[in-house]
């Protein structure tokens, strides 16, 4: 499961994983999506791009 | 003391304010991030949890999640510690709800808030996951608290300010245009033979411009009464409502001290 929050600033990135998820499944460049979801700062953008969903 | 709103939406707020102390605008900010009350999750009764999660890492979970308290939400909610019951009454929590089945991901909808107002500002935070079978019963109360208590209290996720930069150019500027091309944030641009200054708030004072230009005619420095704050929340409160109720705090502290006096 991700994490609820961002680990260094604490925004609520899990907020938007499902909506993330979909849309690299149907080939949307991450940079673009993660862009249109108001992700802006690197520390968030990570929680999203390097999470491994496992069970 | 001046104020301009230079950017604003709904998590988030960019002002300026010109003519303050540094210590008055440092109080601001502690107070915005330590000191307004905001709804958290503090106490989970678990009655049920067949998923594979543990019962103090979903608690963990619950507690983080944004939950509604603005000024509206929170009228008539007391602090914990100022409420007499001695455990949970209607005057200082909230009890919340969760019953799932499986198979299913449980998501932060499914918290089931006893108060319509007060409820997780996201829909779609996943909590947990429930295979065949499985089932997850549980009771929560949301409580007010402060971010010097726990971080689950904090209001703000960036709440952060920067003296406001100055930018010069020297009589012997030859307008060749490498600083423009150096500068990392398109601070400077360079038009018609002519270096310009487009955005001087999204300047971090880098140097770069600097270090470019070969007569070294840039000043850079900064005017230390005035400064860009910068306030985003999680979403709990709008950020125009933490200012406020940090400058509230504030002058509350400052009522004390001379009530002592």
């Given at each position: 499961m991700i994490p609820i929050r961002c680990i260094s600033c604490g925004k609520p990135v899990s907020a938007y994983f499902d909506e993330y998820q979909d849309r690299i499944a149907k080939g949307e460049d991450p940079k673009a999506v993660l862009d249109d979801l108001g992700i802006t700062r690197y520390c968030c953008r990570r929680m999203l791009i390097t999470h491994v969903e496992t069970w | 003391m001046e104020f301009e709103v230079i950017n604003k939406n709904k998590d988030e707020l960019v002002f300026m304010v010109n003519g303050a102390d540094i210590a008055f605008v440092n109080a601001i900010r502690r107070i915005c991030m330590m000191e307004v009350p905001t709804i958290a999750i503090d106490d989970v009764n678990l009655v049920k949890n067949d998923s594979a999660m543990f019962n103090e890492v979903l608690a963990h979970r619950l507690g983080l999640l944004p939950i509604a308290s603005d000024i509206k939400s929170i009228e008539g909610l007391v602090m914990p510690d100022e409420c007499d019951c001695g455990e949970y009454c209607p005057q200082c929590s909230v009890p919340m709800t969760l019953n799932k089945k499986g198979p299913c991901v449980v998501y932060s909808?499914?918290?089931?808030?006893?108060?319509?107002?007060?409820?997780?500002?996201?829909?779609?935070i996943p909590l947990l996951k429930l295979k065949e079978d499985e089932e997850v019963c549980l009771e929560a109360y949301a409580q007010l608290g402060i971010g010097?208590?726990?971080?689950?209290?904090?209001?703000?996720i960036v709440c952060a300010y920067k003296f406001y930069p100055e930018l010069t150019f020297g009589d012997e500027c030859t307008s060749c245009g490498n600083c423009a091309g150096a500068c990392p944030r398109g601070v400077l641009q360079y038009n018609n033979n002519k270096v310009e200054i487009m955005d001087?708030?999204?300047?971090?004072?880098?140097?770069s411009c600097y270090r470019a230009c070969?007569?070294?005619v840039i000043n850079i420095s900064f005017d230390d009464s005035k400064f860009i704050f910068k306030i985003e929340t999680d979403?709990?409160?709008?950020p125009e409502e933490v200012l406020l109720k940090a400058c509230d705090v504030l002058s509350d502290k400052a009522d004390k001290i001379i009530e002592i006096v």
């Open positions: - | 909808k499914d918290l089931e808030s006893l108060d319509q107002k007060i409820k997780p500002v996201y829909d779609t010097k208590e726990h971080a689950k209290w904090q209001p703000t001087l708030t999204n300047c971090s004072m880098c140097k070969d007569d070294r979403g709990s409160i709008p």
